[in-house]
């Protein structure tokens, strides 16, 4: 125990060491918001050269993708080691070096699910922000309801044809590729038709169109498939498909289990975000008794949420299985994100009511938290998992 | 959970539901008792007592993760005990001494031989800092004069802690029970367990009976305070995790309208944000014993997040169970009220929601 202890504080100076002489001081502004962070792709603009330089030191030490195998790009580091990092970078406000669905999630699964030699040709690219993912999953018919996809894969020898449309695929614009959910085989039942298919976006066929939400932005898309043609394998045989052919549910299952644990995250206060005191009394702003009252209550339950996020990645890790409790996770995780966010409009006032005013992107973030509760699953899908699959209520 | 405490949790389940279902308390009730001596023993046998206790004084010094553990399962079935009061919190304050008298009050508390209460509050909120109780110097002794409400365990405890204020500050002392000028009125509370009013009237204390240093109770007190609330608050996690499980328990056996009632949406949903709630707060009861083992001097904002939320936690459980239960749950006749009555008792115990919320408040710069 003592020695373990010991080990981690070496590594903890090490990395603070490591971070005090490559993270640019621009890069310590504590803007992890996904506005502010690098997503990698073929087309990304940095924002800065300081921006490029932290991207490119981080790779060169697997820091992008830290729990990662070394092999592929990461630092192999474990759970505890994560932490450190993590606590590192949120002490010194350090922005996260690149964001990605790929990081997120076709990392997870190919990890999971790849072959060893798709997880040669996805992963390391991933690693390096050289290609930009998007998740082709909901359709106009299948939101909460997401097994219902009906996007047509048809086997053309060679090839899969696939027809069909996609929506609320975030960032599909600006995506490189998309891992989506098809409908492989029609007469199956409907968990059991379904194939996970890698796609470039440059394939003919393949068109974005970008949905404005109330907050003005439009981080989301409309995807359209209009007689795409997507060979089956590359030039070196690689399958463009992950996992097993119709058994595409098992691996979008994993990876929903996946996304909820890490939406969940958004509203802990974790993965170096600051407290809400902070935030919410930076400029001198005097909170009246009963909003400082809501703040507190606020507060209480982010730092317990970050502690069961916490103790959920230990489990994980541990090998006990986290499973549906994710849906706890995503649940708990976005509702108080948006209770945060309420707070931070009520101390904003009247100046957080501008669109570019004082609090600069405050009430844009404060109406994408609404989309939190709907995204990966809606609150009521996610308590329905619960009831059903962790509490064994009668269906 | 560790492996250990796992096999703890179940060990401690396996004695508790033959030995302290919730029927113990009631059949304690109805006898008009709020104790059992016997069950104590049988805990201290097993180590429970000298939980904090180091192995030199005869205890099983198995740290703060454990007593969380206990506690949980104790407050599963709502188990009557001194635990808290001798156990936990009167064991974690003579640890911060180390002369032999408090390693033979040590060994005391390890056999179950001798049970302790912890005289603090004077008004109806906890509230430490304000104590008016006096103990003025008389020559080399001090006379002890007040009034201290809410003593929990009091009326049957051999000894108390009492907190008095002093010259320059606040100082702690161990006296027996039974001392000249000390009256015991327990009162009749809604739990069915133990608490007392206690009157001092010029009781004698000398310097053999102050707990640490005169003025200094604070560096005696604050551990112990803390390992209780962080023990209550495990307590209460149990509590809510017994009445949230006899609540889904009901769900899937009562039938209404020709259904199962658990197959409603309306009551699936409630039911599972209650658990929700429920995990969240096991995170940060769990989180408060690892923090006390390992970094004590920094476990206060981990104890008052733990008693916050298991106070809330238990408020829920309790209201939703009733709810859930409809009119059977209002009735004496069935269990769920006695959950109700010590979710109440114990979120006053040892600081409100109010009292640590605003603790966390100010380390967090709220």
Same mark, same amino acid.
């Given at each position: 125990?003592?020695?373990?202890?010991?080990?981690?504080?070496?590594?903890?100076?090490?990395?603070?060491?490591?971070?005090?002489?490559?993270?640019?001081?621009?890069?310590?502004?504590?803007?992890?918001?996904?506005?502010?962070?690098?997503?990698?792709?073929?087309?990304?603009?940095?924002?800065?050269?300081?921006?490029?330089?932290?991207?490119?030191?981080?790779?060169?030490?697997?820091?992008?993708?830290?729990?990662?195998?070394?092999?592929?790009?990461?630092?192999?580091?474990?759970?505890?080691?994560?932490?450190?990092?993590?606590?590192?970078?949120?002490?010194?406000?350090?922005?996260?070096?690149?964001?990605?669905?790929?990081?997120?999630?076709?990392?997870?699964?190919?990890?999971?699910?790849?072959?060893?030699?798709?997880?040669?040709?996805?992963?390391?690219?991933?690693?390096?922000?050289?290609?930009?993912?998007?998740?082709?999953?909901?359709?106009?018919?299948?939101?909460?309801?997401?097994?219902?996809?009906?996007?047509?894969?048809?086997?053309?020898?060679?090839?899969?044809?696939?027809?069909?449309?996609?929506?609320?695929?975030?960032?599909?614009?600006?995506?490189?590729?998309?891992?989506?959910?098809?409908?492989?085989?029609?007469?199956?039942?409907?968990?059991?038709?379904?194939?996970?298919?890698?796609?470039?976006?440059?394939?003919?066929?393949?068109?974005?169109?970008?949905?404005?939400?109330?907050?003005?932005?439009?981080?989301?898309?409309?995807?359209?498939?209009?007689?795409?043609?997507?060979?089956?394998?590359?030039?070196?045989?690689? =399958?463009?498909?992950?996992?097993?052919?119709?058994?595409?549910?098992?691996?979008?299952?994993?990876?929903?289990?996946?996304?909820?644990?890490?939406? =969940?995250?958004?509203?802990?206060?974790?993965?170096?975000?600051?407290?809400?005191?902070?935030?919410?009394?930076?400029?001198?702003?005097?909170?009246?008794?009963?909003?400082?009252?809501?703040?507190?209550?606020?507060?209480?339950? =982010?730092?317990?949420?970050?502690?069961?996020?916490?103790?959920?990645?230990?489990?994980?890790?541990?090998?006990?299985?986290?499973?549906?409790?994710?849906?706890?996770?995503?649940?708990?995780?976005?509702?108080?994100?948006?209770?945060?966010?309420?707070?931070?409009?009520?101390?904003?006032?009247?100046?957080?009511?501008?669109?570019?005013?004082?609090?600069?992107?405050?009430?844009?973030?404060?109406?994408?938290?609404?989309?939190?509760?709907?995204?990966?699953?809606?609150?009521?899908?996610?308590?329905?998992?619960?009831?059903?699959?962790?509490?064994?209520?009668?269906? | 959970?560790?492996?250990?405490?796992?096999?703890?949790?179940?060990?401690?389940?396996?004695?508790?539901?033959?030995?302290?279902?919730?029927?113990?308390?009631?059949?304690?009730?109805?006898?008009?008792?709020?104790?059992?001596?016997?069950?104590?023993?049988?805990?201290?046998?097993?180590?429970?007592?000298?939980?904090?206790?180091?192995?030199?004084?005869?205890?099983?010094?198995?740290?703060?993760?454990?007593?969380?553990?206990?506690?949980?399962?104790?407050?599963?079935?709502?188990?009557?005990?001194?635990?808290?009061?001798?156990?936990?919190?009167?064991?974690?304050?003579?640890?911060?001494?180390?002369?032999?008298?408090?390693?033979?009050?040590?060994?005391?508390?390890?056999?179950?031989?001798?049970?302790?209460?912890?005289?603090?509050?004077?008004?109806?909120?906890?509230?430490?800092?304000?104590?008016?109780?006096?103990?003025?110097?008389?020559?080399?002794?001090?006379?002890?004069?007040?009034?201290?409400?809410?003593?929990?365990?009091?009326?049957?405890?051999?000894?108390?802690?009492?907190?008095?204020?002093?010259?320059?500050?606040?100082?702690?002392?161990?006296?027996?029970?039974?001392?000249?000028?000390?009256?015991?009125?327990?009162?009749?509370?809604?739990?069915?367990?133990?608490?007392?009013?206690?009157?001092?009237?010029?009781?004698?204390?000398?310097?053999?009976?102050?707990?640490?240093?005169?003025?200094?109770?604070?560096?005696?007190?604050?551990?112990?305070?803390?390992?209780?609330?962080?023990?209550?608050?495990?307590?209460?996690?149990?509590?809510?995790?017994?009445?949230?499980?006899?609540?889904?328990?009901?769900?899937?056996?009562?039938?209404?309208?020709?259904?199962?009632?658990?197959?409603?949406?309306?009551?699936?949903?409630?039911?599972?944000?209650?658990?929700?709630?429920?995990?969240?707060?096991?995170?940060?009861?769990?989180?408060?014993?690892?923090?006390?083992?390992?970094?004590?001097?920094?476990?206060?904002?981990?104890?008052?997040?733990?008693?916050?939320?298991?106070?809330?936690?238990?408020?829920?459980?309790?209201?939703?169970?009733?709810?859930?239960?409809?009119?059977?749950?209002?009735?004496?006749?069935?269990?769920?009220?006695?959950?109700?009555?010590?979710?109440?008792?114990?979120?006053?115990?040892?600081?409100?929601?109010?009292?640590?919320?605003?603790?966390?408040?100010?380390?967090?710069?709220?």
């Amino acid at each position: 125990m003592a020695q373990m202890a010991q080990d981690q504080s070496a590594f903890r100076m090490e990395l603070r060491s490591w971070l005090e002489a490559n993270c640019p001081a621009e890069m310590r502004d504590g803007n992890s918001s996904r506005d502010h962070t690098c997503w990698g792709g073929r087309n990304w603009v940095f924002e800065s050269e300081a921006q490029e330089t932290w991207l490119n030191r981080c790779i060169e030490k697997g820091y992008t993708v830290p729990t990662w195998p070394k092999a592929y790009g990461g630092a192999g580091m474990n759970r505890a080691e994560e932490k450190i990092w993590q606590e590192e970078l949120a002490r010194i406000e350090a922005r996260r070096p690149l964001d990605s669905f790929g990081i997120w999630m076709l990392g997870p699964a190919l990890l999971h699910f790849g072959t060893e030699e798709q997880k040669k040709k996805y992963l390391l690219p991933i690693a390096r922000g050289e290609i930009r993912w998007c998740q082709g999953y909901s359709e106009p018919g299948a939101g909460s309801d997401l097994a219902s996809v009906q996007t047509k894969c048809e086997d053309k020898g060679d090839h899969w044809l696939v027809n069909g449309q996609k929506i609320w695929t975030s960032y599909a614009d600006k995506a490189d590729a998309i891992f989506a959910l098809v409908r492989s085989d029609r007469d199956a039942k409907k968990h059991l038709g379904i194939t996970f298919l890698l796609i470039d976006m440059e394939t003919p066929g393949v068109s974005t169109r970008p949905i404005k939400l109330i907050s003005g932005m439009s981080p989301f898309c409309e995807t359209f498939f209009d007689n795409v043609e997507v060979p089956k394998e590359d030039e070196d045989g690689i =399958s463009s498909v992950v996992g097993t052919i119709n058994r595409g549910w098992d691996v979008a299952k994993y990876l929903l289990t996946h996304e909820r644990s890490m939406i =969940s995250a958004i509203g802990s206060g974790t993965g170096g975000m600051r407290p809400l005191a902070q935030i919410l009394t930076d400029d001198g702003a005097e909170l009246d008794p009963v909003l400082r009252a809501a703040a507190i209550k606020a507060e209480i339950d =982010s730092l317990a949420t970050g502690l069961t996020l916490e103790r959920y990645k230990d489990m994980a890790e541990a090998g006990q299985g986290v499973g549906d409790a994710s849906a706890m996770l995503k649940y708990v995780g976005t509702e108080l994100n948006k209770d945060r966010h309420e707070l931070m409009m009520a101390a904003g006032g009247s100046d957080a009511l501008e669109w570019d005013g004082p609090y600069g992107s405050r009430p844009a973030d404060w109406l994408r938290t609404k989309a939190n509760s709907i995204e990966g699953g809606t609150s009521e899908v996610m308590l329905s998992i619960v009831s059903r699959r962790v509490l064994g209520l009668p269906g | 959970m560790t492996e250990e405490e796992t096999m703890l949790a179940d060990s401690a389940r396996g004695f508790l539901d033959e030995n302290a279902p919730v029927k113990q308390l009631r059949d304690l009730r109805d006898a008009g008792k709020t104790f059992d001596k016997a069950l104590w023993q049988e805990m201290a046998k097993m180590g429970w007592a000298g939980i904090l206790v180091p192995e030199d004084q005869g205890g099983s010094d198995m740290g703060h993760a454990a007593v969380g553990i206990l506690a949980r399962e104790m407050g599963k079935t709502l188990v009557a005990s001194p635990f808290l009061s001798s156990a936990v919190i009167a064991a974690t304050a003579l640890r911060q001494v180390s002369d032999s008298r408090a390693q033979q009050a040590l060994s005391a508390i390890a056999s179950g031989e001798v049970t302790y209460a912890l005289a603090v509050d004077e008004g109806p909120k906890f509230s430490p800092e304000k104590t008016e109780m006096s103990a003025t110097r008389d020559g080399n002794s001090f006379r002890l004069n007040g009034e201290k409400t809410f003593v929990v365990d009091g009326a049957l405890a051999d000894r108390l802690l009492v907190l008095a204020r002093t010259d320059a500050g606040l100082t702690l002392f161990d006296l027996p029970a039974d001392r000249d000028g000390v009256t015991r009125d327990q009162k009749g509370m809604i739990d069915s367990r133990d608490a007392a009013k206690i009157t001092f009237d010029n009781v004698e204390a000398t310097g053999e009976d102050v707990l640490g240093n005169v003025d200094h109770a604070m560096k005696v007190l604050q551990p112990a305070l803390e390992a209780g609330q962080a023990a209550l608050a495990a307590e209460m996690s149990g509590v809510a995790a017994g009445a949230f499980g006899m609540t889904v328990g009901y769900l899937k056996e009562r039938k209404q309208f020709g259904v199962l009632i658990g197959q409603f949406q309306a009551l699936q949903h409630r039911a599972a944000d209650l658990w929700c709630h429920t995990e969240v707060t096991a995170s940060a009861v769990a989180h408060a014993g690892r923090m006390l083992d390992e970094d004590p001097e920094n476990a206060s904002l981990a104890v008052s997040l733990a008693k916050a939320r298991a106070t809330d936690t238990a408020k829920r459980a309790v209201i939703e169970g009733v709810q859930m239960h409809g009119g059977i749950g209002m009735t004496d006749d069935f269990d769920m009220g006695f959950y109700m009555k010590r979710a109440r008792v114990a979120a006053e115990w040892l600081g409100d929601y109010g009292y640590h919320a605003e603790k966390i408040a100010k380390i967090r710069g709220l």
